[in-house]
Nanobody, 126 residues
Framework: QVHLVEAGGGLVQAGGSLILSCAAS????????MGWFRQAPGKERELVAA????????YNADFVKGRFTISRDNAKNTVYLQMNSLKPEDTAVYYC???????????????????WGQGTQVTVSS
């Protein structure tokens, strides 16, 4: 059983930056792919970015467009999401997820992840 705890959310002005972190415990962190998803009110949860167990490959949503960077530190059992040039439409609850996706499409899908954090709110004001 993997336990995930997100941190770093908050209120930021448009154009600003935030760094989200997700600390994992209870499992072998380096065995899992990690993903960041987000869910805005009234919308489905969607992929933001994902990273393979080694950190060698990342997957990004189209809306990221170079603004966000996912990274991981397997020695610290932590995955990060650096978010720059934030926009009001980035406002959502951001969730960390761990899993063993079997293909590129599963890296991008909620179905590829079996463990989820409780989420952290990110609010971007205009």
């Amino acid at each position: 059983q993997v336990h995930l705890v997100e941190a770093g959310g908050g209120l930021v002005q448009a154009g600003g930056s935030l760094i989200l972190s997700c600390a994992a415990s209870g499992g072998t962190f380096s065995s899992y792919a990690m993903g960041w998803f987000r869910q805005a009110p009234g919308k489905e949860r969607e992929l933001v970015a994902a990273i393979t167990w080694s950190g060698g490959t990342t997957y990004n949503a189209d809306f990221v467009k170079g603004r966000f960077t996912i990274s991981r530190d397997n020695a610290k059992n932590t995955v990060y999401l650096q978010m720059n040039s934030l926009k009001p439409e980035d406002t959502a609850v951001y969730y960390c997820a761990a899993g063993v996706p079997t293909s590129g499409s599963y890296y991008r899908s909620r179905l590829g992840y079996g463990y989820w954090g409780q989420g952290t709110q990110v609010t971007v004001s205009s």
